[in-house]
């Protein structure tokens, strides 16, 4: 890497666009704070222990929330560890830092992979840098866990390519398993993007298998396929009990109303700019890049068309992609019609990944169109339109409002004191639960029926209880939302206390016999979880295994031909 | 041919049947892979004076070769041998069809060549290379090493924070200790109070630096006289005191030195206030 120049220059443009947030506390956009909120709750239950967190401690007043068996959690958990060794809002900084060089570089990986020419990879990896839907999500969405995800798309991308382009095994496997691992993280990163994200590596993967299977190498194709089938299998850990508790929260209000796929749909025209191009801001608008892309692609084809054939698939991706945010895909998301269509709530998110697959296709058209001329002339013309894009697109979307530190809450005291829930309309509140609490919760403990509490300590998820129950069926009721997952460990006690969900869907500890109990209360794994562990473990192992199979460690017998010293 | 030639002209062969797998063109990229391998065992060939005496033909040499490898302790000699023999005599014009070689096979010979090669390489390495390697190698894993480290060591050393009182919930003590001075610890309005550091682990303390609050843009807030007192379980073993002058929208730290060994806990205690109340920005124990 250090000897490819254009690559350096690329993650020095990276960095560049990511400066604004370091001269910031923090910056405005839809998310607001949230993302801070969300770290410092991961961070606190990581202090206690928690290697993954599900539970929000400190959400709804104390009450609590499910929120990170919902949320995928990759941003928060990187972020949560950095915190570590900086403060919240640097980790959340370093986490999107992390994002732009994985975009930029893993573009120009894609690209140089698929043309062997690093103009035309490094203009491709510039022009996703500078897409105006990957820099305005993080400079006016603020959705952090979308933007981590559509960069980690062409690092997936860029490796499955990989390992179906490379003859020696040993190197194929490493890039299979780290293509896998890139996939896992990317859906660990954004669930929504992360499915559709699936979708697109999944597509490209099954066109590369075929072509190894075409040309006769079955083992390659259904390795690369396997390898497919594992990322969605490590990120069972969190999709299991993802999926599984789903009916238990009100995520049936997101896909209704304003999240109905159908009405945010947007005609063509919306993705370019109404106003001034140099002023215009609207992470929609990204009409300008298809256009340099598509004039490109057609100029490739039409000076050097052997060249630049393969550009066809990476177009039919993206004009699926556009297409689906328009009107004209309404019927595709009628609820009922087609499993999973409603789960995006946003169509226009596809136009992440479309400028991706646009920004591909620009590279291998621009390395077709340009085959012929020389190297000073490429890169010439190469600088020429980066600097075009990066003035035109790029310059008016990177930057956002400061917003100063102190107006955050930055401790899990300060989230406790309102009524945090960090989404638009309570989508993880337990269903059981009539109704938002008001205002914070005054205690642990709200009620206690025949039962005197002498002591109580809590500790983010984990709380440390004394009762004296006066009689048996002695209950005590505690401020805590209930959600599977909670459970009591009796330290001493005449009998084992008992969890169960009182009238306002709170938690209700139980006593069979009069006594004094030293209870610990709370949130473990749940029986989803431990299938979703279960299986991401052993999708684990079957890459371990891919990566061991024909090492020494794992040697493939030798075919009877080659054994017998005269090959086939 | 020295070994070096003959290396450099195997790397040659597997970059361009890489080259051509990646286009698609197996045979040929097979017919290399063949080509490099018998490179690499020429490689392997003994020098002239030596064992390789008698062997004149090629094929003679580089069986001569593969006692060499077997004596230089290559794991599983067979799977090259038979790779060997697989490919021993095609040239890259005469190489067999695809469809003739089984995909196995393919990659059996494949893996033979990336495996032969990472084993030469190895062992015609100089010695000095091989230093260089190394050091290249620490070069990369030791600021990884170190990171690691360090956020390990932050996240066991962070000490546990406790407050006499605090202004409200957005005022917390731990907001002392969070490496940020834009966020800070406030007591109560004209209240003294004091801010507790228990260490996970008995440590040495050199000094204490106390960044002022003030009060965000407010600048209404600020400690005045204040003592450092450090604890070796519960014991008093050093004490200093210092003060700050004025409330002050700029960075305003104090450093106090206190010498001591075993401390179990710092308490900084706000023995009186300038404006509304006093507090902290930062608290750093060195």
Redesign the interface.
Known sequence: MASDSKLLVLVAVAVGLWTPLAWM?WFSSHEQARYVLRTLEWASEL?VGELYPRWASDFYGGYGSPFFIFCSPAVYAMAA??T??????WALKLVVLGGMIASGVGTYALVFGET?ERNAAFLAGIAYLVSPYRLLDVYERGDLSEFTAISLLPVALALHRAAA???????ASYLLVAAAASHALMVLSHTILGLWGTIIIGLVVIASAA?LAW??????ALRSLLAFACAPGVAAVYLAPALAYRELTRLQLTGVGHFRPQTQLYPFSKLFPEGSLFSSRNFMEVGLLLAVAAFLTCLGLALNFRAGRHVLGWWVLTLLLVVSTMPIASGFWAPGRLPLSQFIDFPWRLLGPATLTASVALGIGTAAAFQRLGEDTRSGIVIALTSVLLGVIAFPAASAPAV???GI???P??I??GIESTTDVDDYLPRAVPAVPRSPAKALIVSADEATVAHTKSDASHHYLTIDANRAGASVGLALHAFPGWRVSTRSGPDQATLDTGSTGLLRLNFPTAGQYRLKVYYGITPAGMLGSGLSVLSLVVLGLLLFH?S?WW??P??S???S???? | MSAKESLARAELAIESGRALFREGILTECHAYMALALRALLDAWVPAHDAAADGATTPHEQREQALLTLARSKYRDMPRLTAAYHAVAGEAPREARPAKALRERDFDCILREVDRLHQFTLRALAPAEARRRFRIRLALVIAPIALVIAMILMAQRTRPRVTASTSYADLYAPELAVDFLEATEWLLPDGTEGWIDLAFRAPRSVRSVTLVNCHNGTFVDRSSGKVRVTAFANDKSVASVEGEFSEISSERAALDLPLVAKDVTRVRVEVLSTLGRGGGFAEVEVH
């Open positions: 506390d202090r560890l950095l570590s060794a900086c403060s919240v809002f062997r382009k490379e003859a020696v095994p040993r190197r072509g040309r006769g190498l079955w083992r390659r100063r530190a102190e809450p930055r401790s005291q300060a406790r004191s024909g020494r040697k493939v030798l075919s031909s080659l054994d010293g005269g090959g086939a």
